[in-house]
């Protein structure tokens, strides 16, 4: 940071540089808040001066106050990811910081696109077709191979297994029918 840019900001500037943050902090869109308010999900190491400073430095926000709080999250029985369910084990997932921000100037979000806006410049069919185009060229290329398998194959499984339940059709091992070694 430049001794200009410090002289210029409305506040003491913290000696923390950060040129590439290794940390996330997500806008919250709180639509029951006045306009000047701004609410932010930050790291739980980061606190009111270290926010201050990022807004204002990476986005020229002048920030008139900060208040914090840290949510702490319900106990569940169980680790969320266990293979097994575990009784009688709880675990408590890790508590979520919050900042809300009073801002000098108000933010006003954008307006939601409507539909038709988002078919324009994200339209589905263009989407769809991309997807298929990757598809085919991966299978062209042996990534898929395993994973792809033709719709009238499916198809004749599917009867097949019908034929079988409804006893249509008497079931006989592959050996039989010649398709596996013997």
């Known amino acids: 940071m430049s001794?200009?840019?410090?002289?210029?900001?409305?506040?003491?500037?913290?000696?923390?540089?950060?040129?590439?943050?290794?940390?996330t902090v997500t806008f919250i869109r709180t639509p029951r808040m006045p306009a000047s308010f701004a609410k932010f999900i930050v790291p739980l190491n980061m606190n009111k001066l270290d926010l201050r400073d990022y807004l204002y430095h990476a986005y020229n926000v002048r920030v008139v106050s900060v208040r914090s709080y840290i949510e702490q999250q319900k106990v569940t029985q169980g680790k969320p990811n266990a293979p097994k369910m575990q009784i009688k084990r709880w675990f408590r997932p890790r508590a979520i910081k919050k900042m809300t921000v009073e801002?000098?100037?108000?933010?006003?979000w954008p307006s939601t696109p409507t539909k038709e806006q988002l078919n324009e410049q994200w339209?589905?069919?263009?989407h769809e077709q991309a997807r298929k185009d990757n598809d085919k060229y991966a299978e062209m290329r042996g990534r898929l191979a395993d994973a792809a398998v033709d719709r009238g194959e499916r198809i004749s499984m599917r009867e097949q297994a019908k034929a079988l339940l409804e006893k249509k059709e008497q079931w006989k091992p592959a050996e039989e029918l010649g398709f596996a070694r013997k």
């Open 3 to 23: 001794v200009q840019a410090a002289l210029k900001a409305p506040f003491r500037v913290g000696t923390k540089e950060v040129y590439l943050p290794n940390f």
């Open 123 to 126: 339209s589905k069919d263009t």
């Open 103 to 108: 801002l000098e100037s108000p933010f006003v």
